[in-house]
């Protein structure tokens, strides 16, 4: 098996290739001057299994990604596995509103075109890999985080809404501590409410989990609720730290104790690594 690494998640691959034991190649990514992307991998050819590493975020990467799907088809690969570990368009899953595309199905076709299974962890909508016709797999990064958060005091583990309540429910199980969710109400792009906690926080030290954390809103006004019920502390874990504009400065501003995510997107706060969980799903192949 070969690791083959796109721009985005570096480490993250680089990481993967060492705990398999099994050969890391970096594709070259560049600009034309007209800012179309330029990918090569610098190979005679790559008659194995090859995995591709990359993310379909930001926009460029889609591209990048497409390239280096064709690139390693050409050099004559065995089969293509994609390891997507932040896949980005999986919150526009379905038509919300008329005349709407079904954006993470469109790009879930056009990656199905040239790979052999796919791998993502945490993915937002676990429907959209049925857009894929090959295998796939959503691995979850619960133990990852439980483990981290694990020697941190923590007393219950929380979801911001019921959509995460799962997630919630797979942290606290692992940890041995009771989970619950709370009550979201979105209001717009970057703000939400959040109802108090039905649990008593009063006194406690407290984990929420999310898939992912974008604008910070979200985890903000959880945050605060939470302190305003009588938290003693207030921490969050994420899988995905997409952070945008200025979001994790915001939040490691904020009332927060504590800011962590997962390295699936490479920023100042991706401590946990979930490259084992995609190595050990990979040995299953
Ligand atoms: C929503 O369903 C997701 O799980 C996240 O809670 C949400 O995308 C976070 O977005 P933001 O950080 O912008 O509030």
């Known amino acids: 098996m070969i690791i083959v690494g796109g721009s985005s998640s570096q480490d993250l691959a680089k990481d993967l290739a060492n705990i398999l034991g099994c050969r890391y190649i970096q594709a070259a990514s560049t600009r034309f001057p007209d800012g179309e992307n330029y990918t090569r991998i610098d190979e ?62 469109i ?59 799962g997630r919630a429910k797979d942290v606290g199980t692992r940890m041995g501590v009771p989970y619950d969710h709370l009550e979201k109400t979105r209001l717009s792009g970057t703000e939400v409410k959040i109802a108090p906690a039905t649990m008593d926080v009063k006194g406690k030290n407290v984990l929420i989990v999310d898939d992912m954390i974008s604008t910070g809103g979200t985890i903000i006004a959880a945050s605060a609720a939470l302190r305003e019920a009588g938290a003693t502390s207030v921490s969050v874990a994420c899988t995905h730290g997409v952070f945008v504009n200025n979001a994790l400065e915001r939040l490691t501003g904020s009332s927060l104790d504590a800011v962590l995510c997962c390295n699936t997107l490479e920023t100042a706060a991706s401590d946990i690594s979930v490259a084992s969980l995609f190595a050990d799903e990979l040995r299953k192949c």
């Not at 090859?50 to 065995?78: H, W």
């Not at 293509?80 to 509103?97: E, M, N, S, W």
């Not at 056009?110 to 959209?128: G, P, S």
């Not at 090959?134 to 923590?154: E, F, L, N, R, W």
Request: proline share 4%.
């Open 107 to 165: 790009l879930a076709q056009h990656l199905d075109m040239k790979c052999d299974r796919v791998i993502t962890i945490d993915i937002h909508k676990e429907a959209v890999l049925d857009y894929f016709t090959c295998p796939h797999t959503d691995v979850k990064a619960a133990q990852a985080i439980a483990d981290y958060v694990s020697t941190k005091g923590i007393d219950m583990v929380l979801s911001p809404d019921i959509g995460a309540a």
């Open 44 to 105: 005679e050819s790559l008659e194995d299994d090859v995995v591709i590493v990359q993310n379909t975020y930001p926009d460029c990467n889609i591209i990048e990604m497409f390239l280096l799907q064709d690139a390693v088809s050409r050099l004559g690969s065995k089969s293509i596995t994609l390891v997507i570990p932040y896949f980005g368009y999986a919150r526009q899953d379905r038509v919300f509103k008329n005349g709407e595309p079904e954006s993470a199905k």
